[in-house]
């Protein structure tokens, strides 16, 4: 497993393993399935592990601190996200939390909160569920709504934190790429997690994001890479998610063309959806989500695949990546 580092010298390895499954995002996932995922993911050499309090309602920091408590403090990156703190929600017993996509009980709910004391508050609490000494990288989580107590207060906190030591990088995790291109313009941060604005299907973070974050030295991780399930098969089916909904016509047609020619190369979509990613510059690792072993070594085979350039250089003659 290849690492590469950020500007500050924190070194992350190429395939990260997401956890939002341990917070049973969708249907519950089992303490033996969460725990033959990470045993799968730390075998394999994968070592930078990503959560967040939106997980389950804390229920991913739980599990994943658990299992990272089991092994060396500098011997991995964890990333985890404020912006949303976990609050008590009379009247949820005997309720789920499946409007936000987690099976658990809904005891608790998400209140925003980008203010500085609110960004402290969630880093101390992360960390009391965690059950660690420290957190390396903290990511805004989705600050799409609230960009301007994000930049007056949020990132200038997160900034102060990390200049005292009690975080190692900051940044913002976000499905777009223009605000956090703002961030980085307007203030020194680390990293930025962008999910699926950059992928073997569309590469829109080309237009400001990626450039900049080269040109400014801070690293991008990636999430998303399969497009919420587009690019996750050899052919994607017909009802294929896209952005969590049913995907367009257009883009299930781009996809085919796109598995047309990975197919003449002896490769499969979502292999070249994992690698597509890592050949910016800008890039410094790609984050996948895992709810099994067998689910998180599929991934680890996928990032192991050899991939020929000629494919890269047939997807640009027809236009399918940029040149």
């Not at 004391?117 to 609490?125: A, C, L």
Request: charge should be negative; include cysteine.
């Amino acid at each position: 497993m290849q690492t590469r580092t950020l500007s500050n010298g924190l070194a992350l390895t190429e395939l990260g393993l997401g956890t939002a499954q341990f917070g049973n995002l969708y249907r519950e996932t089992t303490d033996a399935e969460a725990e033959g995922a990470f045993a799968t993911a730390w075998q394999a050499g994968i070592r930078s592990f990503d959560t967040a309090p939106h997980y389950g309602l804390g229920l991913s920091e739980r599990r994943l601190g658990a299992l990272l408590r089991t092994k060396n403090r500098d011997d991995f990156v964890l990333s985890t996200k404020a912006g949303r703190l976990l609050v008590p929600n009379p009247g949820g017993e005997g309720h789920r939390d499946t409007d936000s996509g987690y099976d658990v009980p809904a005891t608790l709910r998400r209140q925003w909160d980008f203010s500085a004391d609110g960004i402290k508050r969630s880093i101390d609490e992360s960390l009391e569920r965690l059950g660690l000494d420290r957190i390396d990288i903290v990511y805004l989580h989705d600050p799409d709504d609230h960009g301007g107590p994000a930049m007056e207060e949020a990132l200038p906190a997160l900034l102060r934190l990390r200049d005292a030591g009690v975080v190692t990088a900051i940044g913002a995790g976000m499905n777009q790429s223009a605000m956090p291109a703002e961030f980085i313009r307007r203030y020194d941060i680390d990293v930025v997690m962008l999910a699926g604005r950059y992928t073997l299907l569309e590469q829109g973070a080309l237009a400001d994001l990626m450039p900049l974050a080269v040109d400014r030295g801070v690293g991008v991780v990636i999430a998303g890479v399969y497009n919420s399930g587009l690019l996750s098969r050899d052919r994607p089916r017909s009802d294929a998610k896209y952005n969590y909904e049913t995907a367009p016509a257009e883009l299930v047609a781009r996809a085919h063309r796109i598995a047309d020619i990975c197919e003449r190369h002896g490769v499969s979509l979502p292999d070249a959806a994992v690698a597509f990613p890592l050949r910016h510059p800008a890039t410094v690792s790609v984050v996948v989500g895992g709810r099994t072993d067998e689910q998180v070594r599929g991934s680890v085979e996928r990032y192991l695949r050899p991939i020929p350039d000629a494919l890269w250089d047939d997807l640009r003659h027809e236009g399918l990546i940029p040149q």
